[in-house]
């Protein structure tokens, strides 16, 4: 059994090991501990003789080392900032994230003789820090506990009670849940967690969401970093009720598709700046019973087109998928030009970001060196394309958003005319690492997300 604890200076994560590790009868590492044995000296004299990024690699071999560990782990506020390090802690064991108020853990590490690791008055330091490594938290962890006012024993008997699959629902809460989970046909899915108390859950969220690659990739991933968990598929016609059966479920992250992306910000408890900036959330994370949404697909677009920075871009169609292309093209600085078959819709999408607007038809009118295409045509089993290779120039960057089939239409005719082409494939491979990253903390490459939809 490996059991982790992260979360902030100050929030028990010591004295709540010691505790646990004593009534598992398993060890206790203290991370920070065993830095110091390895380097010889006390944290700020590491910090003040070496700096923060030598700290930053002695813990990142304590560790490594730890990988495969069994006992109780304690670790330094930052560690989790590192994904390599989430990766080695989550192998095979189980993250508690021990979580408490700025001003609770600012009283409570008063006085402490380890350096700042800002120049900002400590209490502002908690809070700016806590912000910054908000997402790092939540990511890495498979539950969260609140310890406020709590005691070491008590968080300590919280944590062993969820070890043991003993904090679960009331009796009508378990009713509702498997009712849901029989009308959703996820039946295996109630018998998996029944005969296993420790297993999480992710899933997609969309009507229809059958055709998607996401449950493949994510239970490869999990498999490949030893993490136990279960992806499945939600598809029910209403998002309010798929939250709900999440929120029943030991669910710890969500992908959200077609049509809930904007439907479901109204179900979450939180949503980050760019996710209401684009007013679509493709990514859910919960914790400690709380729905946090973001947006990756933007960042699907920015990565393959990170090259052509400050170019002039057309986006084609208005809807979901070209709001958040257009939040990425305006984010890398293009002056962009949004074309739909609907102007109303192409002049409210190119308003909110300050863009040029027309029709479908006045593509040939504007000078383009990138065109993102982000309507469904040329999706199987359509063979059209809204453009032909007379229509577009040698050099110019090509990106279909559409990726069934993986070569379509539109990036047949762009190949033809010379274009550089990126297929919507690497839209959902970049998105995919972001998303992963955001519900486990984890850092995946692009090259292995490609190789595990392989
Ligand atoms: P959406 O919100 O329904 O928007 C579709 C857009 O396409 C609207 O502007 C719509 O115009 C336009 N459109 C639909 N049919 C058209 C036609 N026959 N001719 C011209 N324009 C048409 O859908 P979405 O979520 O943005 O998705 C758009 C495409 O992006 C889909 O093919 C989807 O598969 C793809 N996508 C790919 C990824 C990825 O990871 N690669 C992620 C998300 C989406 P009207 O307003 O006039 O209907």
Redesign the pocket.
């Known amino acids: 059994m490996k059991v982790v604890l992260v979360g902030f200076r100050g929030t028990g994560k010591t004295s709540v090991g010691r505790i646990l590790a004593n009534r598992l009868r398993v060890p206790f590492y203290d991370t920070d501990a065993l830095v110091e044995r390895r380097a010889g000296m006390p944290i700020p004299e590491i910090f003040r003789q070496y700096g923060e990024a030598h700290f930053r690699a002695l813990e990142r071999e304590v560790i490594a080392s730890l990988r495969t560990a069994e006992g109780v782990i304690g670790t330094g506020g930052g560690a989790v900032c590192d994904p390599a390090n989430v990766a080695d802690l989550r192998r095979h064991g189980t993250v508690f994230l021990l979580s408490a108020a700025p001003e609770v853990i600012h009283e409570r590490i008063a006085g402490s003789d380890r350096p700042g690791l800002t120049d900002l008055p400590p209490a502002e330091e908690v809070r700016t820090l806590l912000a910054q490594r908000k997402n790092a938290y939540l990511g890495a962890a498979d539950a969260c506990i609140y310890t406020g006012t709590r005691t070491p024993a008590g968080v300590a008997e919280t944590i062993l009670r969820q070890i043991r699959g003993e904090a679960g629902l009331f009796p009508a809460e378990r009713r509702e849940r498997d009712g849901l989970l029989g009308k959703f046909g996820l039946e295996t899915v109630r018998e998996m967690i029944e005969r296993d108390p420790g297993l999480l859950v992710c899933g997609i969220a969309g009507n229809p969401c059958a055709h998607s690659k996401s449950p493949l990739l994510y239970n490869r991933l999990f498999a490949h970093f030893g993490m136990h968990y279960h992806y499945t598929r939600f598809e029910w016609p209403d998002a309010g009720v798929i939250v709900r059966l999440a929120n029943l479920l030991p669910t710890k992250g969500l992908s959200v598709t ?1 049509p809930f992306k904007t439907d479901v910000m109204g179900h979450l408890d939180e949503t980050d700046d760019h996710a209401a900036a684009i007013g679509a959330v493709n990514t859910v994370v919960r914790c400690g019973g709380r729905m946090y949404g973001h947006n990756t ?1 933007w960042l ?1 677009v920015r990565a393959p087109l990170a090259h052509r920075q400050g170019a002039r871009a057309v986006v084609l ?6 709001a958040a292309a257009v939040y990425a093209l305006v984010s890398l600085d293009m002056d962009v030009t949004v074309l ?3 102007p109303d ?1 192409a002049q409210r999408l190119a308003e909110r970001f300050g863009c040029l607007w027309g029709r ?1 038809e006045e593509f040939k009118g504007v000078d383009a060196d990138v065109v993102v295409h ?4 040329g ?1 199987e089993p359509d063979t059209r394309s ?1 453009l032909a290779p007379g229509d577009l120039e040698r050099g110019t960057t090509v990106f279909d ?3 069934t089939p993986p070569e379509t239409p539109l990036i047949r005719a762009a190949r033809e005319a010379g274009c550089e082409t990126i297929p ?2 690497e ?2 491979v970049h ?1 995919a690492t972001e998303q992963f990253r955001l519900i486990t903390g984890i850092a995946v490459s692009p090259a292995l997300v490609r190789e595990m939809l392989a």
């Open positions: 077609i697909d699907g169609g208005a809807g979901g998928a070209a739909s078959r609907t819709a479908l982000a309507t469904p045509v999706m809204l958003l559409v990726y919507g494939t839209m959902f998105q």
